[in-house]
């Protein structure tokens, strides 16, 4: 079974990548930014302490984030992609006691590489579908009308978190915290590095060929 983790910078592609995927094969796609938008959407207790964290590009707590995971991963029986998740070698080390618990592996961890510059380029000029979910970006995929969804006509918005002073700290953090995961799952030969500064399509190729070999053993 395929259960994939896409580990990247915010604004390296991994959440639209991780989306088109995921409907391709039939996995469920677990975005932990989502299930805790969705939580301040919804006003939950989660939701009201998660937004302070998130509005300064600051991290959710470990133990936060391992609860949802548990919780989500026990509803699962099919192929998953995380996207978002791990963040941290201690969300690393719980995903591991947690799978070993469940008696299921990881197949592959992709990780899309992107430079700093790139990434503050791509995330001031993100726009999402309050509606829909849908990503856009103001200068290599614009909607055809200005605030506009293409796809559903929903409001576009900017997320509150990419702003430059936020999208600063948040590199700061991935640098400092996530990025030690990689050694983690390179040592033990599920890392696949994957240029995601590239177009759209040739990533999606690169992580296809990983999935379809993944499928084939
Ligand atoms: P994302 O949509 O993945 O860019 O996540 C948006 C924000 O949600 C992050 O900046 C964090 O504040 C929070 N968040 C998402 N996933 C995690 C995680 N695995 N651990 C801690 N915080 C997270």
């Given at each position: 079974m395929i259960r994939l983790i896409f580990l990247g910078a915010p604004g390296s592609g991994k959440g639209t990548q991780a989306k088109r995927l995921a409907q391709k094969f039939d996995l469920d796609h677990i975005s932990t930014g989502d299930i805790l938008r969705d939580a301040i959407k919804a006003q939950t207790q989660l939701g009201k302490m998660a937004r302070t964290f998130m509005d300064a590009g600051e991290l959710v707590p470990d133990n936060v984030v391992l609860g949802m995971i548990k919780e989500e991963l026990t509803k699962r029986c099919k192929g998953f992609i995380f996207d978002?998740?791990?963040?941290t070698m201690a969300q690393a080390e719980g995903l591991d006691k947690i799978l070993k618990e469940l008696g299921i592996q990881i197949s592959s961890v992709v990780n899309l590489e992107i430079a700093d510059s790139l990434i503050v380029k791509r995330l001031e000029a993100r726009r999402l579908c309050r509606n829909c979910g849908q990503e856009y970006n103001l200068e290599t995929k614009p909607p055809k009308?200005?605030?506009?969804?293409?796809?559903?006509?929903g409001e576009l918005y900017k997320r509150p978190d990419d702003t430059p002073e936020v999208i600063v700290n948040r590199l700061s953090v991935y640098h400092q915290k996530t990025r030690p995961i990689e050694e983690f799952y390179r040592s033990r030969g599920l890392l696949v590095q994957i240029?995601?500064?590239?177009?759209f399509d040739e990533v999606s190729d690169s992580i296809e060929a990983v999935v379809e070999k993944n499928d084939s053993v």
């Open positions: 978002g998740f791990p963040r009308v200005e605030g506009v969804c293409d796809l559903c006509g240029d995601g500064s590239r177009g």
